[in-house]
């Protein structure tokens, strides 16, 4: 269940840590440089690191790669 909205939540949450105008134009940037592609999660990644020019591990890692589940 959590597939559907985790990605919602994911965005609302790095939309919130980084503003609206930067995550706009994170959003902006990758939708350039991907449209009509086959882009990976990391190539959203790799984007967004890349127009924030901040390293988002502290983000991708937990909201993407990790369950909680203990």
């Given at each position: 269940m959590m597939?559907?909205?985790?990605p919602a939540l994911a965005f609302e949450m790095l939309k919130s840590a980084l503003g609206d105008e930067l995550?706009?134009?994170c959003l902006k940037e990758f939708i350039l440089r991907w449209n009509g592609k086959h882009p990976t999660p990391w190539d959203m990644f790799y984007t967004f690191e890349d127009v924030t020019?901040?390293?988002l591990k502290w983000f991708w890692?937990?909201?993407?790669?990790?369950?909680h589940i203990p």
């Open positions: 597939s559907y909205y985790k995550f706009k134009e020019k901040q390293d890692n937990p909201m993407v790669f990790e369950s």
